[in-house]
Every structure is written in C-alpha cells, then in structure tokens.
C-alpha cells in the first residue's frame, strides 16, 4: 500500500470528526415553539397593553406592528417577559398587532408561526352595539307582560288553611 494513502485516509477521518463535532446535533436543536395567542389588556391615549398566553417550547416573544391587516409588519418590541406595553402610538389611527414566540438553544434561534393579527382600535372608540339577527324577532310576544310580574296568593277561605291570613306576594 502506497503512503500517501495512509496519510489521505488520516486526513478524511479528521475532516468527518471535525464537521460531526461542529454540526449541531439531535439533542441541541431547538424544538419549533407553538403558535402563541394574545389578548388586548387596555388601550390608553399613546400605548397599548398586551398580555400574552405561555405558549409551550418558547424562550420569548416578538411583536410585529402594521397600520393595515395585510400591510408590511415592523418588529417593535421583543420580550421574555409575557405582559408587554407598546408606547408611541397615535390616539386616532388604527394598529394591526401579531406576535411570534421564538426557543433559543445557545446561538441558535428558533422561530414559531405567527399569531392571527389583531385589531388595535383608535383611542376612545366605542364599540358598535350587536345588530339583532334578521331571522329572530326580538320583541316579546303579546302573552308576556312586560314589567314586574306580581302574582296573588289565594285567600284563605278558598284554601281551606286558616292559620294564613291572605298574602299578596311580590
């Protein structure tokens, strides 16, 4: 057997040790968070309040801002704390929020699905009042009183129970 063999075969074998200690391996790579979910706590004059629900495998969270539900999205905040308030806001526009958990294992991050976007309506806003559906009449029908409804106990005579003087019940 030639030499230079001997010496080609050293040099793959350390090649192959080299890239198998630098590539991560199955127990380091970071498992994919879930979808995370949020609510709107209180929308003050400039700034909004978030609260976020844990969501499994996370280390933190991003939060994407737009003035439009299928505009562009600017990341404004990112937090491993889960109540977050963004500020600087205007009181008479309207604000799409979504958010993203991310799982960072060492130097690798670990990106989730985004959230539904969510709403964030213009300062003092009042919610419309709920439309009755068109197919149920929400009048009540002619037989129900409408008011207190006041119902009389029979006389005792027509009881037969004397030890009851009649009562009128309310």
Known sequence: MPKYFKKLFLVVLAVIISAAAIAPSATNAAI???RPSFKVV???KKSVKLKINKTKNATGYQIFISNSRNGKYKQTAASRIRTVKITKL???KVYYIKVR???TVGYHITFGRFS???KIDKYGKKPKPEKPSSGTDETPSPEVPSGPA???EPSPEETGNPSTQGALAI
Do not use: M
């Open 101 to 103: 958990a991310f799982k």
């Open 116 to 118: 539904k976007a969510v």
């Open 32 to 34: 994919r968070p879930a």
């Open 90 to 92: 205007k009181k008479n």
């Open 150 to 152: 006041i119902t009389y």
């Open 42 to 44: 209180k929308r003050a």
